[in-house]
C-alpha cells in the first residue's frame, strides 16, 4: 500500500514593516523565536514527512543557523522566497520532493497546533483542498471609495481565512503554473481552476502576528494554553 508523503512550507518571506523594526518571525514568543514555534508544530506532528521554510534573502543565513541548532529532523532546506507571497510559496514547492500533498502555512502565525494541520489533512481528502477558517463575528460592510456603504452582507455566510491550507500537490503545482493575477491567498488560485475547497474549523486563537499588539495578545494566548 503506498503512504502518501506530505510536505509542509512555512511562509516567512514577509517584511513586516508594521512591527516597528522587528522582525516579526525571528521575535519571541515563550521565549523562542515566532517561527521556532512554527516549525515546532510541524516537527511534532506525525504526518508531516518533511518542512521546508522560505525566508527573505536577509534572512536566510540567520534562518539557517536557527534551524541547525535545535536540529529539526524534518528540514530538509530553508530557500529564499520572492518579491510577492506566491512567488515564495512557489519557491517552496520546487524543493519538496515526491509529496502527495503539501501544507502551507504562514510563519507569523505561531500558535498552529498539530491538531489543527491533522483536521486540514482529513478535510482536504474530500476534494483536494482544504482551508483553515473561523466564522466571521462582526458584522462586514461593503463601501466604495467613497466610504459610502453598498451592501450589508449576511454574516451567516462569512468565514475569515487562515492557514494552514492544505491541497494535493499535483492541484496546487498547476495552480501556481497557471497564477497570473497577484494572489494574497492560496486557495483563491486553486478556485479560479475551478477545483472545491472545503473549509473546516481553524482556531480564533490562530492569529497571525503583524503588529506589537499582536505579539502581546500571542504571548498572552500562549502562557493561557500552559505550553
Known amino acids: 500500500m503506498t503512504i502518501d508523503r506530505v510536505g509542509a512550507i512555512i511562509v ?13 518571525v525571528f521575535a519571541l514568543l515563550g521565549g523562542k523565536p515566532v517561527l521556532a514555534r512554527v516549525i515546532d508544530a510541524f516537527q511534532g506532528c506525525d504526518s508531516i514527512d ?24 524534518k528540514v530538509i532546506e530553508v530557500c529564499a522566497g520572492g518579491r510577492r507571497r506566491q512567488d515564495s510559496v512557489a519557491a517552496g514547492l520546487s524543493r519538496l ?40 463575528t462582526d458584522t462586514i460592510k461593503v463601501a466604495g471609495d467613497d466610504r459610502l456603504v453598498q451592501q450589508t452582507l449576511p454574516r451567516r455566510n462569512l468565514w475569515a481565512v487562515q492557514t494552514p491550507q492544505v491541497f494535493r500537490f499535483d492541484i496546487i503545482a498547476e495552480a501556481y503554473r497557471q497564477a497570473e493575477d497577484e494572489a494574497t ?6 478556485e479560479q481552476l475551478g477545483y472545491k475547497v472545503k473549509l473546516y474549523m481553524g482556531s480564533y486563537d490562530n492569529i497571525k502576528v503583524t503588529t506589537p ?8 494566548l500562549w502562557q493561557k494554553c500552559g505550553k
Open 97 to 136: 520532493s515526491q509529496c502527495q500533498w503539501v501544507v502551507i502555512h504562514d510563519g507569523a502565525r505561531p500558535l498552529l497546533t498539530v491538531d489543527l494541520i491533522e483536521r486540514g489533512l482529513e478535510a482536504a481528502r474530500e476534494t483536494g483542498a482544504a482551508v483553515a477558517a473561523v466564522p466571521v
Open 12 to 24: 516567512a518571506a514577509g517584511r513586516g514593516r508594521r512591527m516597528g523594526g522587528v522582525d516579526k
Open 50 to 73: 518533511q518542512i521546508v521554510v522560505v525566508v527573505s534573502r536577509e534572512n536566510l543565513e540567520k534562518c539557517r543557523q536557527l534551524v541547525a541548532e535545535p536540529g529539526w529532523s
Open 185 to 190: 491567498d492560496d486557495a483563491s488560485l486553486v
Open 213 to 220: 499588539d499582536d505579539l502581546a495578545l500571542a504571548e498572552t
